[in-house]
C-alpha cells in the first residue's frame, strides 16, 4: 500500500476518533442543558397557561376522571410507555392508530439518563440494561380520560404573527395550497408538489413555478400544498403530526377539494415520504412520481427501524454542521424548542435583518419556510414521518414497484450531506425501474435552488414521457 495511501487512511482514522470524542463530551452537556430546560419549560408553561404541561422526558401527571357526558366531541389520552418512560399526548382523531407514534419519541437514551439510573440501580440491574440480547417491550395504553376540546390558539413561545396565525381567522380546517393553473382553467394534467422538512410551498412557487414553460403553464394545474403545521396551514397545538393525519389533510384539501382523478406528483425530502404513501394508497392515479433526496435507509434485520433511521441521520457527531444540527433538533426536545422560541418567534426580525445586511438582494422565501413552523408541529413531524416511517417506507416502495404503473425518477444532489446519495441507490434496488441522476456538487437545497430553470425543463420531459407511455 502506497505511503500516501496509508496517510489518508490514518488521517481519516483520526478525525473520526477526534470527532466522536469531541462529540461526546459536548453532547454529554447537552444533556444536561436539556434536563435543565425541561424544568424550565414547565414552569413558564404553568405560569403562562395554567397547567403543567407533559414532555416526553417526564412521567404522565395523574389523568384526570372522566366528564359527565362521555367523550363525544373530545378528545382521548394516549398514555406511551417503554420502561420507565412515559408520556400522556392527546389525539384528535377518532379512530386512533398507536403505531403512527414513533418509538423515538420518548425512548431517546442520553448518557446522563445512564448515569442516574445507574445511581439509582444495583450493578447487577444496570449490567443486565446494558445488555444488547435485553429486548423491552412498548406498551401503549388508551386511557378513558377526556380533556377539554382542542385549543386553537398558540402557545405562549410560538410565534403571533399575523402570517402564522392566519390559520385561526379561517372557519376551513383543510392546508394551504397555492394554485396556478390555466387562465381558462382547462388545465390537461395535474401536479401536486409536496415540500420537505422545515420548509413550505414557496420552495416550489418561488423556484419551479415562474420558470415553467408556456406550454406547461397552459396544459398543466401546479399544486404546492404546505404541509400541516407548516406556511399558511393550520398547526394544531395538539396535534401528533403523524403520517395519517398528514395524509388525510393531503387528500382532503388537495385531492377531493380539487377533485383529481389523476396527478404527477413530485416530492423533497420528508415529502418524499409522503408521496409514496399516497401513490400506495392511490396506485391508479398517479402517473408520474419524482423524487428528491428521498430519506430512505435500508434497516438490517434484527435492529429497531426507528431507532436506525433516528441514529443515521443524527449520529450526534459535531461535524458536519449538518449533523450536529440534526442530532441536537432530533435529540433533544426543549433544546430544539429553545431554537424555535429564539429563531421562529422571530422570523421578520431575521427576515428584515437578512434584507439589510444584503441590501434587499436576497429574497427570503426560504427563511419564511425554514421557520414558519411551531415546535410541536416539527418535533412531532420529524419523529413520527421520518423517523417512524423506518419500517413502513420499504412497504410503500414494494407497492410502488407491484401496483403503481408509473414513471419513477429519483434526484439527488452529490454533495448533500442530510441524506446521502445512498439512500437514492437504495430506492432503486426497490425499484429496478426507477430512474436515478445525481447531481454533482449540489446539495439537499441546490439541488433545486440554483437549478430551478434547468430542474422545471427536466420535470416537463418526465411528464411528457408519461402520457406517451
Known sequence: MPSCTRLTLHSMGFSRWLNRTVGFFVFFILDIVDFLLCFTYRTLDF?????????????PPEAKQAAAGGNRGRKMIVSVRSGEYSKVVSLTRTKIHLDEISDTLYSRPSLLAKLVKCFKKNAAECSDERSPSTKKKTLLTVNSTVVEKMQRTPRW???????CTSWLSSSSSSLFVNVQQPKDNKAQENVVFIHGFLSSSTFWTETLFPNFSDSAKSNYRFLAVDLLGYGKSPKPNDSLYTLKE?????????ISQFRLKTFHVVAHSLGCILALALAAKHPGAVKSITLLAPPYYSVPKGVQATQYVMRRMAPKEVWPPMAFAASVASWYEHLSR???LVLCKNHHLLEFLTKLLTRNRMRTYLIEGFLCHTHNASWHTLHNIIFGSGSKIEAYLDHVRDNVNCDVTVFHGGRDDLIPVECSYGVKRKVPRARIHIVPDKDHITIVVGRQKEFASELELIWRGSTTT
Open 47 to 59: 405560569f403562562f397557561e395554567s397547567e403543567w404541561k407533559p414532555c416526553y422526558c417526564c412521567p
Open 157 to 163: 413561545s410560538d410565534c403571533h404573527c399575523t402570517f
Open 246 to 254: 398528514h395524509l388525510e389533510m393531503i387528500e382532503r384539501s388537495v
Open 338 to 340: 429553545t431554537v424555535s
